[in-house]
Nanobody, 122 residues
Framework: QVQLVESGGGSVQAGGSLRLSCAVS????????MGWFRQAPGKEREGVAI????????YYADSVKGQFTISQDNAKSTLYLQMNSLKSEDTAMYYC???????????????WGQGTQVTVSS
């Protein structure tokens, strides 16, 4: 069974940085879609950064291009999201998700973590 466990969220002042981590276990496929999504109160879930582990350019939402970086450590089966220059509008619950099937740029992934809260104060 696929399990995703996020960590690294917290409270930070505007302009600060955080790095989210997502530990993945139970995945037997060598290549799959993995991504970071966020949802703020009263808003729809948004795909922030998505990657295909088989190798392709990552997708970033326009709102985070140049600000967030997604990366993976295959040896540790961990996905990361480096978030810099954080703004109050980045405040949301952040989720890690995975899915076997393409295309990767979508929000209806099969497997989800429990989420980690990111709060940015101005």
């Amino acid at each position: 069974q696929v399990q995703l466990v996020e960590s690294g969220g917290g409270s930070v002042q505007a302009g600060g940085s955080l790095r989210l981590s997502c530990a993945v276990s139970g995945y037997t496929s060598r290549s799959y879609c993995m991504g970071w999504f966020r949802q703020a109160p009263g808003k729809e879930r948004e795909g922030v950064a998505i990657i295909y582990t088989g190798g392709s350019s990552p997708y970033y939402a326009d709102s985070v291009k140049g600000q967030f970086t997604i990366s993976q450590d295959n040896a540790k089966s961990t996905l990361y999201l480096q978030m810099n220059s954080l703004k109050s509008e980045d405040t949301a619950m952040y989720y890690c998700a995975a899915d076997r099937f393409l295309p990767c740029v979508r929000t209806d992934f099969t497997y989800w973590g429990q989420g980690t809260q990111v709060t940015v104060s101005s």
